[in-house]
């Protein structure tokens, strides 16, 4: 377990812990997170969360977590809520791009897999 700290920025985020609660897999990549947070008023202490990414081939193994292209969709929705809200600025909208952008991306790889026939494998 390691905890990773990229997103501690100001008082909200300084409270939220981010464990990686496994070692990278076959790909390079870790797949489970633990996010903790105190719980304002009450007795029991902490949120918690649990992110389990995709682990292994859908092919052999299923569909077992989340996948990048599942968690932008969740940020792009978002962003977009602020936007057409009180909070729109100049940052969320480049944010907002920029994971349109690397939605695409990712789209586009899966797509180019797809054709090769390789999509759900761990086939280069």
Not at 31 to 45: A, E, I, Q, R
């Amino acid at each position: 377990m390691r905890e990773i700290t990229g997103h501690k920025v100001n008082p909200a985020n300084d409270q939220i812990r981010i464990e990686v609660m496994d070692k990278p897999g076959q790909g390079g990549a870790c797949h489970d997170y633990h996010l903790s947070w105190p719980l304002k008023g009450t007795h029991d202490g902490f949120a918690d969360v649990r992110i389990s990414f995709q682990n292994g081939p859908i092919a052999e193994v299923g569909v077992n977590g989340i996948t990048h292209e599942a968690l932008i969709e969740i940020l792009i929705d978002r962003l977009k809520g602020f936007q057409a809200g009180p909070y729109a600025c100049v940052e969320n909208a480049d944010t907002l791009g920029k994971l349109i952008s690397a939605q695409a991306f990712l789209q586009s790889r899966t797509k180019a897999r797809m054709e090769r026939g390789v999509e759900g494998t761990n086939a280069v």
